[in-house]
């Protein structure tokens, strides 16, 4: 079973870029079989979609997002990375990386426990 | 405000069942056949409850079900337990903006 763990600073000053870092364990990042997916938490609100990447490097970004939103890979070391420039409070949430199946759309079967990032001064 | 529409809170006694709806819209819920529902415990990492409407994957307890009718999707929980309250979120691919929007999320009392 695939495991998930996100990592980074819990703490953004705003303007700055906001880096998380999400290691695969007990199975391959190289699987053909997932995107591997960024999902955030807003305080007090639900669930929104940031993007994904798939182990050639291909990319799909949330559009509300796009213009400062970098996904990456890292397959040697199994770890896909969440780059955020320009960030502002709205961005302060729980951060997580999660397992989306290819041929399921939308099907999340792993995810990591989540990282809150605050954004302040 | 998320794409999909979620009662904030359901409850229910030990033993019986509740049904959470999740609404969408013709972009997502009442076209794909891909929505999810997904159990989330404070601290923990959200856990895929049911797949494409109504599947569940190994080792989801068959007191959990998943159906569709039109732009509503719903997740049943039969024989209520204590160990069901959480937050539950459910999730639909979308020909929209975004591919994947999700509900608002539902938060389940065991009273």
């Known amino acids: 079973q695939v495991q998930l763990q996100e990592s980074g600073p819990g703490l953004v000053k705003p303007s700055q870029t906001l880096s998380l870092t999400c290691t695969v364990s007990g199975g391959s990042i190289s699987s053909d079989d997932y995107y591997w997916s960024w999902i955030r938490q807003s305080p007090g609100k639900g669930l929104e979609w940031i993007g994904y990447i798939y182990y050639t490097g291909s990319t799909h970004y949330n559009p509300s997002l796009k213009s400062r939103l970098t996904i990456s890979v890292d397959t040697s070391k199994s770890q896909f990375s969440l780059r955020l420039r320009s960030v502002t409070a709205a961005d302060t949430a729980v951060y997580y990386c999660a397992s989306e199946i290819r041929d399921a759309a939308a099907t999340f079967d792993c995810w990591g426990q989540g990282t809150l990032v605050t954004v302040s001064s | 405000q998320s794409a999909l529409t979620q009662p904030a809170s359901v409850s229910g006694s030990p033993g019986q069942s509740i049904t959470i709806s999740c609404t969408g819209s013709?972009?997502?819920?009442?076209?794909?056949?891909?929505v999810s529902w997904y159990q989330h415990r404070p601290g923990k990492a959200p856990q895929l409850m049911i797949y494409e409407v109504s599947n569940r994957p190994s080792g989801v307890s068959n007191r959990f079900s998943g159906s569709k009718s039109g732009n509503t999707a719903s997740l049943t929980i039969s024989g209520l337990q204590g160990e069901d309250e959480a937050d539950y979120y459910c999730s639909s691919y979308s020909h929209s903006s975004t591919p994947v929007v999700f509900g608002g999320g539902s938060k389940v009392t065991v009273l």
């Open positions: 013709s972009s997502d819920v009442g076209t794909y056949n891909y």
